[in-house]
């Protein structure tokens, strides 16, 4: 059974985000952690207004400088790592809108991914969990990856054909243990 898509940079900002933003307590530190310290730094540049000018002061002033900058960087992360990708685009999500193709061996309970990057093989022990979402699917493995499938665009193949012929595999192979 087979299943091909072109994966877009707005299918991949999608997910990244989404990803970045997911977690448990990293939603916090993530969502509050720039502001956070931004603000704290700013707090502590404030500050220096009630120290003598001297050397404390200069320390003061620049710890509160650098604790502001690091938030700002933390807080723009995000977007850096999107233009990133950007402009390396060919690279990350294939020139030409390369294919990435995944194989399902139920007999060798593998899923043979081709794509820009080259062949690879997921065993299907290594899968996790399935996470169904609305313009995708993500098959999330052992090794804390994730396979995104877009659920709409595809070259090749059914989306929910695919992803059922997956769990029922993963849920015999669950009733098996």
């Known amino acids: 059974m087979k299943i091909s898509y072109r994966y877009t940079f707005s299918q991949f900002t999608d997910n990244f985000i989404a990803q ?9 530190t993530r969502l509050l952690g720039g502001p956070g310290l931004i603000f704290i730094g700013i707090l502590i540049i404030g500050y220096t207004r009630q120290v003598e000018v001297g050397t404390g002061y200069y320390v003061l002033w620049g710890i509160g400088l650098l604790i502001a900058l690091v ?8 977007g850096l790592q ?14 030409n809108g390369e ?4 194989t399902l061996d139920p007999e060798a309970q593998i899923i043979l991914i081709k794509g820009p990057e080259g062949e690879s ?13 609305a313009e995708s699917t993500w098959i999330i493995t052992n ?28 849920d015999v192979n669950e009733q098996k243990h």
């Open 20 to 28: 970045y933003y997911s977690g448990g307590i990293r939603v916090f």
């Open 71 to 78: 938030g700002i960087i933390y807080f723009i992360r995000p």
């Open 82 to 95: 999107l233009l990133f990708v950007r402009s390396r685009k060919d690279e990350f999500l294939g020139s």
């Open 99 to 102: 294919a990435v193709e995944l």
């Open 121 to 133: 093989e997921l065993p299907l022990t290594e899968i996790l969990y399935i996470q169904h979402r």
């Open 143 to 170: 090794r804390d990856h994730t396979i995104p499938i877009p659920r709409k665009e595809l070259t090749f193949g059914d989306h929910d054909v695919f992803i059922s012929a997956i769990q029922e595999i993963l």
